[in-house]
């Protein structure tokens, strides 16, 4: 029977697969991200604007809290770097008609004081430039790394306070995609755009003002060219930015389908999925080659057709000074200046070709600041998930008894512990900590108004084993996921030794459970590093003894370093066996009062189960437990077991009682019925 439960749950597995594969072409094009809906069935937030209003203000509140000085001395330095360039420009004007030219007429030797002067000012200006700019890149490297440092440190700080609910509904990749592509976006913007834009801004400025002080007519000219420039960046750059965006979403949609795939390529391999693994990927990859290619071909035609424009604007102008110089005509300045010189022509030149080339830079950083926004405004909506809900105020504590039996509470570990309860009066009481679990008529639903439980009334007094059978989707690890409150009941009432679960804090009542899970996680590290994870300040020595009490020790000491064999890619070098031997031996070390063992044996041969079977007996002994199987073998012993079907309990009882109905338990012990 129990191989009859396997190849169910494995052909269950092979239709959801193939189903996932048969998912319509034109919908996954139309949308990649639905192949991910219909593999993983997790809701997916839809609709959401790629950049929520006020992202930059708070993206630069958060800055300038981290580095408010540096960011100041990164804008004051920007400024003269900027403005050096256009005052080299303007100071060509000076060159030109106080020196260059006169020098034609009365000689070299009679302008060179004025030559040496006007040269080293513009030496003098260059170097203050070259030093600004050298220091705020040095600077904005530590300000653009530590932003992000923080950002990241932020997120994983919200992440670890999250409901299991969250990661129910988001795809692994597309968490992943803010940690990577969207922070390297933000690296980008903060980096080189921002500044880029900055400084452009202020140099246009500079630039303009001076251009109005040589020549109104000729800043006329500017004026039209850069109008022209401008509708063409708002153009091609909003393209580029709209793409860029597209490009991100589609490249977290891609990363996640790549990570799917690789975390289950057995399954793609043992049913010869490749092909259509492959063509699923195909039309990830379309679409981000289109999303690509639309962003990046609007981006790359901008310069060049920027370029051009600044060409022929360069020449107009050069036509129009000269056509004033030649025709002395009157000019509207604003200082008095009646004619327009070779002097302010060759400046004009020179400001104009860097307004068009500062005009095409700022242009091409549009759309990257739109993806480093977009990619910030996903940074701080993980940031902004509502963490967990924790109201409990109840503590688990070291205890301390008298000999009359009064509690007190210790201030080192005792390895007796005690429920510390404070109440409304301010006096405190301690509670033993015994592992007496008890429901009441308790419903609850993933989703409201789809009820999974259905008025679920149980104890398990201290010391008890309770075992849960069922067909899949019955209810049975729901409850232990309501034991751990990784979801609230709205309905009933679950207690722990006495006291309602909702007064207990979450790392409390967590701490005093420990789960054995039938998909186990192992972490990279040595194997010693995976055991004590149960608990942290546990010695080498305790963990070995809790490796010893799981069965575990034998084969560890066989590995090639022992416990201090290195771990990686989940334990991938060690067998499923001996994997749940080591998740066997951190629920020991972390020697909880309740035990909850989630279909810890389902994927171990017979042999191996003995084993693991053993330890876990072991491991139960002086404990309340939940035992949730599909081998029915390994519940005979329970002192209570619990047959739900639809999210009901249907039976209960011994195994000899419920034997002894006749009824569900019984069709399924003896194989007239099979569990699904």
């Known amino acids: 029977m129990a191989a009859a439960q396997n190849q169910t749950a494995v052909q269950t597995q092979a239709v959801q697969a193939a189903t996932a594969a048969q998912a319509k072409p034109e919908a996954l094009a139309s949308d990649p991200r639905s192949a991910d809906k219909v593999r993983s069935g997790k809701k997916q937030p839809s609709g959401r604007p790629p950049v929520k209003p006020g992202t930059f203000s708070r993206m630069m509140k958060y800055m300038f809290h981290f580095y408010k000085w540096r960011l100041v001395i990164v804008l004051i330095c920007l400024a003269v770097s900027g403005l050096s360039g256009v005052i080299a420009s303007v100071f060509l004007q000076t060159l030109v008609d106080t020196a260059i030219t006169p020098g034609l007429t009365k000689g070299l030797q009679a302008v060179y004081p004025q030559l040496l002067s006007i040269i080293g000012t513009m030496i003098a200006v260059y170097a203050a430039g070259v030093i600004a700019s050298n220091i705020y890149t040095q600077i904005m490297a530590t300000v653009t790394q530590g932003t992000l440092k923080h950002m990241r440190d932020d997120m994983f700080d919200r992440m670890e306070t999250l409901p299991i609910r969250y990661f129910d509904q988001h795809l692994t990749g597309d968490i992943m995609s803010t940690y990577t592509n969207d922070t390297d976006a933000i690296r980008q913007m903060i980096g080189q755009s921002l500044p880029m834009i900055y400084q452009t801004g202020l140099s246009v400025i500079a630039i303009v003002i001076s251009m109005l002080k040589f020549s109104v007519w000729m800043t006329i000219g500017v004026a039209f060219f850069m109008y022209v420039m401008s509708r063409i960046s708002k153009t091609f750059a909003g393209r580029s930015a709209s793409g860029m965006v597209d490009q991100q979403k589609s490249l977290a949609a891609e990363e996640g389908f790549v990570q799917e795939i690789m975390n289950g390529q057995k399954v793609v391999q043992i049913f010869n999925h490749e092909e259509a693994a492959k063509a699923d990927f195909r039309t990830f990859n379309q679409k981000l080659f289109e999303d690509s290619d639309r962003a990046n071909r609007a981006g790359f035609m901008l310069m060049p057709i920027l370029g051009n424009v ?367």
């Not at 993806?371 to 509502?386: C, H, I, T």
């Not at 490796?547 to 499923?576: C, E, H, M, V, W």
Request: proline share 3%; hydrophobic share 40%.
């Open 310 to 676: 600044g060409n022929i604007m360069y020449i107009a102008l050069a036509i129009l000074g000269g056509f004033l110089v030649t025709l002395k005509a009157p000019n509207l300045t604003l200082t008095g200046i009646d004619t327009v010189t070779i002097g302010v022509i060759v400046s004009f030149l020179a400001m104009t070709r860097q307004l068009a080339q500062s005009i095409g830079q700022a242009s091409m950083q549009v759309s990257m600041i739109a993806l480093g926004l977009a990619g910030v405004s996903r940074v701080f909506e993980l940031m902004d998930q509502k963490p967990e809900e924790d109201d409990g105020y109840v503590e688990l504590v070291n205890a301390d008894y008298d000999k009359d039996g009064t509690i007190h509470e210790a201030d080192h570990l005792t390895g007796k512990w005690a429920w510390k309860h404070p109440h409304h009066d301010g006096t405190l009481t301690y509670t033993p900590q015994q592992g007496d679990v008890r429901m009441f008529n308790v419903d609850f639903g993933y989703v409201p108004n789809k009820l999974v439980l259905h008025d679920i009334t149980l104890y398990a007094k201290p010391g008890q084993k309770i075992a849960f059978v069922g067909a899949t989707g019955a209810g049975k690890t729901t409850i232990t996921n309501l034991i751990n409150r990784f979801y609230d009941i709205p309905d009933g009432k679950i207690r722990y030794d006495g006291i309602n679960i909702r007064k207990i804090k979450k790392p409390d009542l967590r701490r005093s459970l420990g789960v054995v899970l039938q998909d186990v996680n192992l972490f990279t590290g040595t194997v010693m590093d995976n055991i004590r994870y149960g608990r942290l300040n546990a010695t080498d020595e305790e963990c070995i003894a809790a490796a010893k009490l799981a069965n575990a020790d034998d084969f560890i000491t066989r590995l090639p370093d022992g416990y201090d064999t290195f771990l990686t890619g989940n334990g991938a070098q060690l067998s499923q066996g001996q994997r749940q031997l080591i998740s066997i031996a951190r629920a020991a070390v972390a020697d909880p009062p309740v035990m909850i063992l989630d279909e810890a044996t389902s994927s171990i041969d017979t042999r191996t189960e003995a084993l693991v079977q053993k330890g876990m007996d072991n491991l139960m002994k002086g404990r309340t437990v939940f035992v949730i199987a599909h081998r029915l073998s390994t519940v005979r012993n329970a002192d209570a077991i619990m047959v739900l079907d639809h999210g009901r309990i249907i039976e209960r009882g011994s195994h000899d009682e419920l034997i002894a109905q006749k009824g569900v338990y019984y069709q399924l012990y003896t194989g007239a019925f099979e569990l699904e």
